[in-house]
Every structure is written in C-alpha cells, then in structure tokens.
C-alpha cells in the first residue's frame, strides 16, 4: 500500500504541474454538474421519445446506474476505507492550486468516475450495433471527467481506476438484466 501511495502521490505531483490558463478555466467545468447534467438529460429524452416504452424502461435502468454507482461509492466504500483526499494530505498540501473547494468526505474510489463510467459503460453495452464509434466518445467522456478530478487535486489516480471499474461493472450487471428483458438496440427486439 505504501508503493502503491508514493506512485499516486508523483502522478498527483506532475498532474499539478501541468496547471494552465485554459486548462484552469476549462478543465473544472468537466467535473461540474451544471456542464454535464444536460447532456444526460438530452439523452434521457431522447432516448424516451426516439425509443417510447423501451426507451423509458432504458432510461430508467440508465438512471439506476447512476444511483447505484454514486450510492456504492460515496455511502458504502468511501466510510469503509476512509482514504482522505489529496488535497487534504499535508505532504501535497502546498502543490494543491485551489481551483475548486477541497470538498469534505473521502477520496477512495472516485463517485464521478463510478457515476460517468456508469452511465458510458451502460451506453455502450445496450446501444449494440446503433452505437457505432460512440463508444470511443463515451469513454473519452467518462474518461475526461475523470482527469479533471485529477487536475482539480481532489482524487488519486487510483480512486479514478477504482471508480473507474466500479461503474463499469455496475453497467455490466446492470446491462446484461436489461439486454436479457428487451434485447440491445439494433437487434432484434424482445416482446416487452
């Protein structure tokens, strides 16, 4: 564990040497709700009114992705293991930039990790054959939302990995009980 934390500690040192004017700007807006929230919610809708009945049975396995990610993550793992942030921890103290509250709580695994790759993972997996290339988008998504929890100086690299896996088998789980109910979009679907 101490290996594992000296590594997380020099990728957290270099990240935060990488401060920007853009990136100052720029970067924090990717972990802000008021940034990612219409996105989600422009595909909840568009999944429900494209898609009707099992457009609304995937919003609402989407939305349960979503709760049980944030759930498992900040309420059960975070009090277990009770990792303190980065930002928090005396030795990084003085590299930490202040670009957003250090925020209170815990570090270990990251919720908006869990919550977006959640959500990307679950994208992936029941859109089938109609998702395309958006599969690279929803990883690079998920994946720059993270990075800007980094960036900020609120999490380790390893709580992003952990959140990170977390959500994706969250989507998993919760993937495979809606493709075996409706099917995946693009295949033949099942009688609901």
């Not at 940034?35 to 009945?53: D, G, Q």
């Not at 005396?90 to 930490?96: D, K, S, V």
């Not at 998504?141 to 929890?149: G, P």
């Not at 690299?157 to 994706?168: E, H, K, N, V, Y």
Request: hydrophobic share 50%.
């Amino acid at each position: 564990m101490d290996f594992l934390q000296h590594i997380d500690q020099q990728i957290y040192t270099i990240v935060q040497g990488w401060g920007s004017d853009w990136g100052d700007v720029f970067i924090p807006l990717l972990r802000n709700p008021y940034f990612w929230a219409p996105v989600y919610l422009y595909i909840l809708v568009w999944m429900w009114t494209r898609y009707k009945h099992q457009g609304l049975w995937w919003c609402a396995f989407f939305f349960l992705c979503f709760v049980l990610s944030d759930f498992i993550s900040a309420s059960i793992i975070k009090p277990f293991v009770m990792r303190p942030r980065p930002c928090r921890n005396p030795e990084l103290m003085a590299i930490y930039r202040g670009l957003i509250p250090c925020g209170g709580g815990y570090s270990f695994p990251s919720s908006h990790a869990a919550n977006h790759f959640s959500l990307a993972v679950f994208i992936i997996l029941t859109l089938g054959k109609k998702s395309g290339k958006l599969w690279v988008i929803c990883i690079a998504w998920a994946s720059a939302v993270c990075f800007a929890q980094l960036y900020v100086g609120v999490h380790y690299l390893s709580d992003l990995l952990a959140g990170a896996i977390l959500g994706a088998v969250i989507a998993w789980v919760l993937s495979g009980l809606y493709v075996q109910r409706f099917g995946q979009f693009g295949s033949p679907q099942k009688q609901t």
